[in-house]
Each structure stands twice: as C-alpha cells, then as structure tokens.
T-cell receptor, first 113, second 113 residues
Framework: NAGVTQTPKFRVLKTGQSMTLLCAQD?????MYWYRQDPGMGLRLIHY???????AKGEVPDGYNVSRLKKQNFLLGLESAAPSQTSVYFC????????????FGPGTRLTVL | DQQVKQNSPSLSVQEGRISILNCDYT??????FLWYKKYPAEGPTFLIS?????DKNEDGRFTVFLNKSAKHLSLHIVPSQPGDSAVYFC????????????FGTGTRLTVIP
C-alpha cells in the first residue's frame, strides 16, 4: 500500500518548456488535489478533482492544467514554464471533501531557469 | 490575502516541556480545523483536527483548543520530544460547498534534548 506517490521527485526546466507531474494514489479516494509550497506562503491549492473526469480551479490555477482520466491518477501540466513556477509541488488525496483528512505525497521540487 | 495565519515562524522548546503553537483565521465561514506536521523532504501528515462545535480535542500528547470568538486555535504538545521537531501547519475549511483546505505559513518547532 504505497499511499500517494509523485513522479518525478526533482526536475529542472528552462523557461518556456513544458512538463507533466504525475500523482497516483492506491486508496480509492475520490478527491485529489495539487498544491504548491513557497517560502513564507504555506501551501496553496492549484487545482482539485472531486472524482474521475472532473477538475476545478483552486486558489492559484493560472499557468497550470490538470486531468483526471483515471480515478487513481491526477496529472498537473505546465504548458510553458516560468521562473515564478519554481516551487515544491504536493499532491494529496482524500476520501471526503474539505473536512476530510488529506493524505500527501512526498513532493516534487521544480526549478525553472 | 492569507485567511489562515501562523505568526510565529519558529519555536524552540526544551524536551519534556510544553510546546504551544498558535494559529489565527479571518474567515468566519471556516468550521473545521486541522494540524499537519511536516518533516524535511516529506509531505505533510495529518496530526489532529477539531470541529467548530467543540472547543477542545485531545489525542495522546496533542491537544487542540479552539476559540471561535477570537478566531484562534492552538496546538499543545505535552511533553515535547525531540522527534516532534518539524514544521507544523494549521489548516481550515468550510463544510458547506468548499472542497479545499486553506493552510497557514507554518511554524518550525525545534525540541532541544
């Protein structure tokens, strides 16, 4: 039972390049989330999904796209990376919505040069 | 605008003493509060939560207190242990409608042996 896993763990991009971060969970959770963590800012929600085939915007969605084609996977895409997207990205999942405990992955450290 | 605030970026406590971490919120719609603990290079893990219908919730060495009139909550750890050294995030959500958590900026706790 791996819980929530994220791929890759580290990545360095040049400005304008694109990439996809993969999140997978094996707990059969309906809800999945993508956060970014920046120094002095805490965790901020980028996008979330309340079930397979659904996505919704969070607090800081600009510059990102997401897809939830399978219940266990939640993909975060950067179409044209910018230095402002340098951050640590965390994926999370939960059985319930806002009041449910969220289980987090180990994070992906992304640097955009 | 930060809706959940942790005004102390760091706290140092002697082993065996009490650690008190504080959190303030501004949104009166928040009615569920959680504390997460984060070690370096790992994702946050759930620690304890409290609903707005309670003013205290206890789980072993960890107790969370909620003061709704002051929009303030605190996490007490007694007795503090070196393994408690981590970053602690306060988070809040509203049961109705919302599906996401709002996080504070975190407090780094160091327990000195």
């Amino acid at each position: 039972n791996a819980g929530v896993t994220q791929t890759p763990k580290f990545r360095v991009l040049k400005t304008g390049q694109s990439m996809t971060l993969l999140c997978a969970q094996d707990m059969n959770h309906e809800y999945m989330y993508w956060y970014r963590q920046d120094p002095g800012m805490g965790l901020r929600l980028i996008h979330y999904s309340v079930g397979e085939g659904t996505t919704a915007k969070g607090e800081v969605p600009d510059g990102y796209n997401v897809s939830r084609l399978k219940k266990q996977n939640f993909l975060l895409g950067l179409e044209s990376a910018a230095p402002s997207q340098t951050s640590v990205y965390f994926c999370a999942s939960s059985l319930q919505g806002g009041i449910g405990e969220q289980f987090f992955g180990p994070g992906t450290r992304l640097t955009v040069l | 605008d930060q809706q959940v605030k942790q005004n102390s970026p760091s706290l140092s406590v002697q082993e065996g003493r009490i650690s008190i971490l504080n959190c303030d919120y501004t949104n009166s719609m928040f009615d569920y509060f959680l504390w997460y603990k984060k070690y370096p290079a790992e994702g946050p893990t759930f620690l304890i939560s409290i609903s707005s219908i309670k003013d205290k919730n206890e789980d072993g060495r960890f107790t969370v207190f909620l003061n709704k009139s002051a929009k303030h909550l605190s996490l007490h750890i007694v007795p503090s242990q070196p393994g408690d050294s981590a970053v602690y995030f306060c988070a809040a959500s509203a049961k109705t409608g919302a599906n996401n958590l709002f996080f504070g900026t975190g407090t780094r706790l160091t327990v000195i042996p």
